[in-house]
């Protein structure tokens, strides 16, 4: 009888301690996966208000509006030019980009957005246009943007890599 009882305990005291360990990683599990949850609403209202604040910079040739849109280490890939990496070189950038150009509008539509964790994305279309001083008619571009965006320390959500295509113009 002594010999089954201490079997018993044997075989229980492991079980019961592997379930209490069960039992603390599907707590913790359950924590990291609320972590992970972002509350897509939210986002989209965030999101909506970067690209608002992003066209009323860009079309005003505020450069360093936009590159505070920007994390520090942010990348931009343009079509068919060189990476730019961090926000003092995103806003030369733009800064040069503006010299001697009026009129600028743009229209960007998210079409798609997600997020995990402290990251999320953005995609969609954008068309703009301005007037480069000395030309007759105006530039005009228009394709697809992805941007990936990192959430800051304040709760706001920064751009940290930005991608865009240039569609081929309508013949």
Same mark, same amino acid.
């Given at each position: 009888?002594?010999?089954?009882k201490?079997?018993?305990?044997?075989?229980?005291?492991?079980?019961?301690?592997?379930?209490?360990?069960a039992e603390?990683?599907g707590?913790q599990?359950?924590?990291?996966?609320?972590?992970m949850t972002?509350?897509?609403e939210?986002?989209?209202?965030?999101?909506? +208000?970067?690209r608002?604040? $992003?066209?009323?910079a860009?079309e005003?040739?505020?450069a360093?509006?936009? /590159?505070a849109?920007y994390?520090?280490d942010a990348?931009?890939?343009?079509?068919?030019?060189?990476?730019i990496?961090g @926000?003092?070189?995103?806003?030369?950038?733009?800064a040069?980009?503006?010299?001697?150009?009026t009129?600028? %509008?743009?229209?960007?539509?998210q079409?798609?957005?997600? /997020?995990?964790g402290?990251?999320?994305y953005?995609a969609?279309? $954008? @068309?703009? @246009?301005y007037q480069v001083?000395g030309? /007759? %008619?105006?530039?005009?571009a228009?394709?697809?943007?992805l941007?990936?965006s990192?959430?800051?320390e304040?709760?706001?959500w920064?751009m940290? +890599?930005?991608?865009?295509?240039?569609?081929a113009?309508? %013949?």
């Open positions: 009888m002594r010999l089954t201490l079997a018993l305990v044997l075989v229980l005291a492991p079980c019961l301690a592997l379930s209490s360990c603390q990683a707590e599990e359950a924590q990291v996966e609320m972590a972002v509350d897509l939210a986002l989209g209202e965030s999101f909506a +208000a970067v608002a604040e $992003y066209k009323q860009w005003a040739g505020d360093t509006a936009l /590159a849109l994390t520090e990348t931009r890939f343009p079509p068919d030019a060189e990476v990496s @926000s003092a070189a995103i806003e030369q950038e733009f040069e980009s503006f010299v001697a150009t009129g600028r %509008e743009i229209t960007i539509t079409t798609d957005m997600g /997020a995990s402290n990251l999320a953005s969609g279309t $954008y @068309s703009y @246009s001083e030309e /007759a %008619e105006p530039l005009t228009a394709g697809n943007y941007v990936v990192k959430m800051a304040d709760g706001s920064k940290c +890599a930005h991608m865009w295509t240039s569609a113009p309508e %013949e």
